[in-house]
């Protein structure tokens, strides 16, 4: 996939229905989904759980876009290996969850995957600055992670922008996750943000049967984040 900075839409399947994941990916891209955001979570690093590896095999052959695999787990480097093989197409790590980030995003990349880090919103930009040069995405966390539907925190506005400052011209895409909405997506898109993912926002009201909605609140998000871009 190229590099560039155009906004693109991540739903986060955590808003899904649990028992029908093949048909929600269909719809949501159908809709106009970029990338599907997969929340994997540990109930140890993040108060709740979701999908081991054989969840997110199972999801591979309905993407058809790029599947954007977010690991809330610690540790994280003995799991790497299976959600590569699993079929992510991008592993984001989070810098909180272990002691060597740098090795972390090494052992990413030894997976001929896309790598991305990711920070809470009480962890300061400083901790991954010497990593930039090894990673394709920096995630923003713009909630505490663990939850969809939760609120937006404001201070990832600056901290987005003083990330974009730190890429430069650098080819690394920002992702923002965590109460995305047509509210929030125009500040984080103004600050330097080009990935955002959205749960609640992009399901809210829909159902594969009603997967107009998807693409109304998919494009909805979009038109407000380009708007500001
Ligand atoms: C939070 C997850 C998010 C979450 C986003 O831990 O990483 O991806 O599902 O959900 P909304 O958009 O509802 O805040
Ligand atoms: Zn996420």
């Given at each position: ?65 790029f599947m954007d695999v977010h690991l ?142 998807y693409g109304d609140n998919i494009r ?10």
């Amino acid at each position: 996939m190229s590099f560039d900075r155009s906004i693109k839409i991540a739903p986060s399947i955590l808003s899904a229905d649990f028992a029908n994941f093949g048909q929600e990916i269909r719809a949501i891209e159908e809709q106009g989904a970029d990338w599907v955001h997969v929340d994997v979570m540990d109930g140890h690093f993040v108060p709740n759980l979701t999908f081991g590896p054989p969840a997110v095999k199972a999801f591979r052959p309905h993407v058809k876009t790029f599947m954007d695999v977010h690991l809330m787990i610690a540790p994280v480097d003995p799991y790497i290996e299976a959600y590569a093989e699993a079929g992510a197409d991008m592993i984001t790590a989070h810098v909180e969850a272990g002691p060597h980030i740098h090795r972390t995003i090494q052992a990413i990349k030894a997976q001929g995957v896309k790598a991305g880090v990711a920070v809470n919103p009480g962890t300061p930009l400083e901790s991954i600055e010497h990593v930039l040069d090894l990673v394709d995405m920096v995630l923003i966390m713009t909630v505490n992670p663990g939850f969809g539907g939760q609120k937006f925190i404001h201070s990832g506005v600056e901290k987005t922008r003083r990330c974009r400052e730190m890429i430069g011209d650098r080819e690394i895409h920002i992702q923002i996750d965590g109460g995305v909405t047509t509210e929030t997506a125009p500040l984080v898109a103004a600050a330097g943000a080009d990935v955002l993912v959205a749960g609640s926002a992009v399901f809210k009201g829909g159902s594969v049967d009603q997967a107009q909605v998807y693409g109304d609140n998919i494009r909805a998000i979009r038109a407000a984040a380009e708007a500001a871009q």
